[in-house]
């Protein structure tokens, strides 16, 4: 399974940008999909999962109401549409995999996943 994140960019402070994850190699409804990031001199965190089979979907509490996770099946594609951006969003974001049998009935907002696409850089600056 590979993934691609994309759509990354600089934006101002309440602004919105969408991520893409695009999946190949196999069949998105299979899978749990994490999105994660790492701002300069922080470690890593989860952002939002969903559960591509059930449609399940986590969020830290940071971006709870900000940044919905959805998903399209059909074009093997995940999206990240992050609204009223903050500088405290500043990172680089990854989207991740796992199989949904091993993710369970909820995703985890956790790092074991099995399959790291490359990251993509989010700014947000005046």
């Known amino acids: 399974v590979q993934l691609q994140a994309s759509g990354g960019g600089w934006v101002q402070p309440g602004d919105s940008l969408t991520l893409t994850c695009s999946v190949s190699?196999?069949?998105?409804?299979?899978?749990?999909i994490g999105w994660f990031r790492q701002a300069p001199g922080k470690e890593r965190e989860g952002v939002s999962c969903?559960?591509?089979?059930?449609?399940?979907?986590r969020y830290i509490d940071s971006v709870m109401g900000r940044f919905p996770i959805s998903r399209d099946n059909a074009k093997n594609t995940v999206y990240l549409q992050m609204n009223s951006l903050k500088p405290e969003d500043t990172a680089v974001y990854y989207c991740?995999?796992?199989?949904?049998?091993?993710?369970?009935?909820?995703?985890?907002?956790?790092?074991?996943?099995?399959?790291w696409g490359q990251g993509t850089l989010v700014t947000v600056s005046s």
């Open positions: 190699g196999g069949t998105l409804r299979d899978y749990a």
């Open positions: 969903i559960n591509s089979g059930n449609g399940n979907t």
């Open positions: 991740a995999a796992v199989s949904r049998w091993t993710a369970g009935f909820l995703c985890s907002l956790s790092d074991d996943y099995t399959y």
